[in-house]
């Protein structure tokens, strides 16, 4: 019998939504050791225990952020935001484009990030020529908020080698000058593959800089696991997290997608069994299902082909699909494939269009829905201006996904909006936008139900939920310290809850 049965930290005076008795957590050797009074917990504190009183404050289970793409976050950190609030017309990118190349040492890059063609006065992505004008001696990219497109100068263009001879990659688009044929600047879907031409220019610690500061808004926003969706993640890039988290600049558990292209390379890592004390981990196979090109790509056979054959080497798939016509797609595949293999827990990401014909056949598929409501509150009121109101009652169907009990989970694909699980699920529940008009009001759902899927329903989503996403005794202790108990407000204002305090692996990361 173990001697030392002390635990290594106490969490006094906690409240929990459902509470019972339990009024405490007791925390050993990264997980929970005990929940329950606080006479309970005394019998575990010993000298070296460390006491924290949590004044009655809310305690749940961490937030796990189930799709998003921390290396974009964490660069776009440090670089320009030329996003709409910043600046409204091209005239106004060209400007802010101006001053920061004034900043920049001779040959380096200016980036900027963050302009949505559909929001600027001009209704159009900027192109070549404008950048040039604005800056002509230094290599310049800039990506649009999406992460779907990006526009680079002449000078760009041409250190990573594109010209008229450039042919489309088979899933990108090259933007294309109508009389010559030369690229205009605009490269659509090309996003992993500028990013991995470009890395020779992308300094180490800049790299590190954006993620410290990523972590840290992570951390302050009650997060304590996230899920990185890149389809270009590789061997090589999990390297690079396995290298960061070595460095410990990523405090949250770490699951990596893998770039279905790139599995075969993973032969060697033990994928079933997932390694979370290490706080990184193997998660799907991310295969991205798009309508850029104008018809599907890849097609319904070719998609439920690499599904099966992905499933049959041990994989989880997470099918990239926003558009209707992509829903029923992966769904199809996913149906086909689940009767050769049961319990797969294959995943539809997105899932933005989430018309009530679509909704059966995601249900009859088997597969888990992560959906971004987030964006509801982000980009409802454009989407109350540009799509059918049949579209607007049923995007980011959160309330159809409750109804049919089909598992979900909420993912903010950062750096699409800034991970803010509080605001998330204020949305869900009142399914407005920024200012405050509704956006599918009949798929509004209690607050404690967006809370589920912002915790367990991310963990189910990768098979942790036997580690993470509940207080529960053996779990990791990833927990989250509210002001207020959301669910006992009805509905509250995402600024009246904080997040007082964030724990992860029992080790306090950050308090307000
Ligand atoms: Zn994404």
């Given at each position: 019998m173990s001697l030392n049965y002390k635990a290594d930290i106490v969490f006094r005076n906690v409240s929990f939504i459902h509470s019972g008795r339990a009024n405490s957590i007791a925390v050993k050797d990264s997980k929970i050791y005990l929940v329950g009074t606080d006479a309970e917990t005394r019998d575990v504190t010993g000298c070296d225990t460390?006491?924290?009183?949590?004044?009655?404050?809310?305690?749940?289970?961490?937030?796990?952020?189930?799709?998003?793409?921390?290396?974009?976050?964490?660069?776009?950190?440090?670089?320009?935001?030329?996003?709409?609030?910043?600046?409204?017309?091209?005239?106004?990118?060209?400007?802010?484009?101006?001053?920061?190349?004034?900043?920049?040492?001779?040959?380096?890059?200016?980036?900027?990030?963050?302009?949505?063609?559909?929001?600027?006065?001009?209704?159009?992505?900027?192109?070549?020529?404008?950048?040039?004008?604005?800056?002509?001696?230094?290599?310049?990219?800039?990506?649009?908020?999406?992460?779907?497109?990006?526009?680079?100068?002449?000078?760009?263009?041409?250190?990573?080698?594109?010209?008229?001879?450039?042919?489309?990659?088979?899933?990108?688009?090259?933007?294309?000058?109508?009389?010559?044929?030369?690229?205009?600047?605009?490269?659509?879907?090309?996003?992993?593959?500028?990013?991995?031409?470009?890395?020779?220019?992308?300094?180490?610690?800049?790299?590190?800089?954006?993620?410290?500061?990523?972590?840290?808004?992570?951390?302050?926003?009650?997060?304590?696991?996230?899920?990185?969706?890149?389809?270009?993640?590789?061997?090589?890039?999990?390297?690079?997290?396995?290298?960061?988290?070595?460095?410990?600049?990523?405090?949250?558990?770490?699951?990596?997608?893998?770039?279905?292209?790139?599995?075969?390379?993973?032969?060697?890592?033990?994928?079933?069994?997932?390694?979370?004390?290490?706080?990184?981990?193997?998660?799907?196979?991310?295969?991205?299902?798009?309508?850029?090109?104008?018809?599907?790509?890849?097609?319904?056979?070719?998609?439920?082909?690499?599904?099966?054959?992905?499933?049959?080497?041990g994989w989880q798939v997470a099918v990239h699909a926003v558009e209707q016509e992509a829903i029923e797609c992966a769904a199809t595949a996913i149906c086909l494939a689940s009767k050769i293999k049961s319990g797969a827990r294959h995943r539809i990401e997105h899932c933005s269009e989430g018309d009530p014909t679509v909704i059966p056949l995601v249900d009859k598929s088997g597969a888990i829905v992560v959906t971004n409501p987030g964006f509801v509150w982000h980009f409802g009121d454009r989407y109350r201006s540009t799509l059918g109101s049949n579209i607007v009652s049923n995007i980011y169907p959160t309330g159809s996904l409750e109804n049919w009990k089909i598992p979900w989970a909420i993912g903010s694909d950062a750096p699409m909006i800034m991970p803010d699980p509080?605001?998330?699920?204020?949305?869900?529940?009142?399914?407005?936008?920024?200012?405050?008009?509704?956006?599918?009001?009949?798929?509004?759902?209690?607050?404690?139900?967006?809370?589920?899927?912002?915790t367990y329903g991310a963990a189910y989503s990768c098979f942790q939920e036997g580690q993470l996403g509940s207080i529960e005794r053996g779990k990791f202790a990833d927990l989250v310290l509210l002001s207020r108990d959301p669910t006992g407000l009805g509905y509250y204002s995402p600024t009246d809850v904080n997040v007082e305090m964030t724990v992860i692996r029992g080790r306090v990361v950050y308090e307000n």
């Open positions: 460390k006491i924290v009183d949590c004044q009655d404050m809310v305690m749940i289970p961490g937030f796990h952020d189930a799709h998003l793409h921390i290396l974009r976050l964490s660069a776009n950190l440090t670089k320009l935001y030329c996003g709409p609030e910043r600046a409204p017309t091209i005239t106004d990118i060209k400007e802010l484009l101006e001053l920061e190349a004034r900043k920049t040492p001779q040959g380096g890059w200016v980036k900027g990030w963050g302009y949505d063609h559909e929001l600027l006065l001009e209704k159009r992505h900027p192109n070549r020529v404008d950048l040039d004008q604005a800056v002509p001696n230094h290599p310049v990219r800039l990506d649009h908020v999406s992460g779907h497109a990006t526009v680079m100068n002449t000078m760009a263009m041409n250190k990573l080698g594109f010209s008229e001879y450039s042919v489309d990659p088979p899933k990108g688009v090259i933007g294309r000058e109508e009389e010559s044929g030369f690229p205009s600047g605009l490269f659509l879907d090309m996003g992993e593959y500028i990013g991995k031409s470009m890395i020779p220019y992308r300094d180490q610690l800049e790299l590190e800089k954006g993620i410290i500061l990523a972590n840290q808004w992570l951390i302050s926003k009650g997060i304590t696991a996230i899920q990185d969706a890149g389809i270009g993640n590789d061997l090589e890039r999990w390297n690079l997290f396995k290298r960061l988290k070595t460095l410990g600049l990523l405090d949250p558990q770490v699951t990596m997608m893998v770039g279905y292209d790139y599995c075969d390379e993973f032969s060697c890592l033990p994928i079933a069994t997932n390694h979370l004390e290490t706080g990184l981990s193997v998660g799907p196979a991310k295969i991205m299902l798009s309508l850029t090109t104008g018809s599907l790509i890849p097609d319904q056979k070719s998609l439920t082909d690499t599904i099966t054959r992905l499933q049959l080497k509080i605001l998330d699920i204020y949305t869900c529940a009142t399914r407005v936008s920024k200012s405050g008009n509704p956006v599918g009001k009949e798929q509004a759902i209690p607050i404690s139900q967006g809370i589920k899927a912002y």
